[in-house]
């Protein structure tokens, strides 16, 4: 069995559990996905598997990647994704990778490009406070001093400045599974997960 699986994010929502509690959960239309290569550790050094997810028309694949998807059928897909595993004999190319490997209460983590915010200033990336407003002070959202003195007479590597704000790879780890419906290929966990609508994602088994 595979310890991860693509998948897209559709949305946030929130459920109501048996006790009456209302539990804020993301949705997640997880797989199903298909086994594109075998990767071992005599051929390539590791063993991994290489999942495709969602479909692409054939017209925007390149050649050498659509003789690359003839070898699992014939899908295009959009994404490609490395997953490692420990049993690579255990899993064929063209094999189908559905959400039966997690269960409702498994703590799983989930990677994703989060919501990039382009070029941002020193209060909005990371936080910080704003100036006085009053008694002719032009220091609204100025980052203040950056350098030091006589010495060593230049910036640090490291200050935290202004620039580009998000578009990063992140995960959130140990997210609890509130409800698997596996006939529709949805996943719901509670809480936030990084990443826009629509954004692919990542979902793997917590490692600890």
Not at 15 to 39: R, S
Not at 159 to 168: E, F, I, S
Request: positive net charge.
């Amino acid at each position: 069995m595979s310890n991860g699986i693509l998948g897209k994010k559709l949305g946030m929502t929130g459920l109501f559990t048996h006790e009456g509690q209302y539990v804020p959960v993301t949705v997640i239309e997880a797989g199903p996905c298909q086994v594109t290569q075998v990767k071992t550790q005599a051929s390539d050094g590791y063993d991994a598997l290489q999942l495709g997810f969602g479909e692409k028309k054939k017209v925007r694949v390149t050649k050498p990647l659509q003789g690359h998807f003839a070898k699992s059928g014939d899908k295009n897909f959009a994404v490609l994704r490395e997953f490692r595993i420990d049993n690579p004999e255990a899993f064929q190319v063209g094999q189908e990778i559905t959400l039966d490997m997690f269960q409702i209460g498994d703590k799983i983590e989930v990677s994703g490009i989060c919501k990039g915010r382009g070029f941002t200033g020193t209060v909005k990336r990371h936080g910080f406070g704003r100036g006085p407003k009053t008694h002719g002070s032009r220091n609204y959202r100025r980052p203040g001093s950056i350098g030091n003195s006589a010495w060593p007479a230049k910036v640090i590597k490291g200050r935290k400045m202004p620039g580009q704000h998000g578009n990063v790879r992140k995960t959130v780890r140990n997210l609890l599974v509130v409800d698997i419906r596996p006939e529709e290929n949805l996943i719901l966990l509670k809480g936030a997960v990084p990443g826009p609508p629509s954004g692919t994602i990542e979902i793997k088994k917590a490692k600890f």
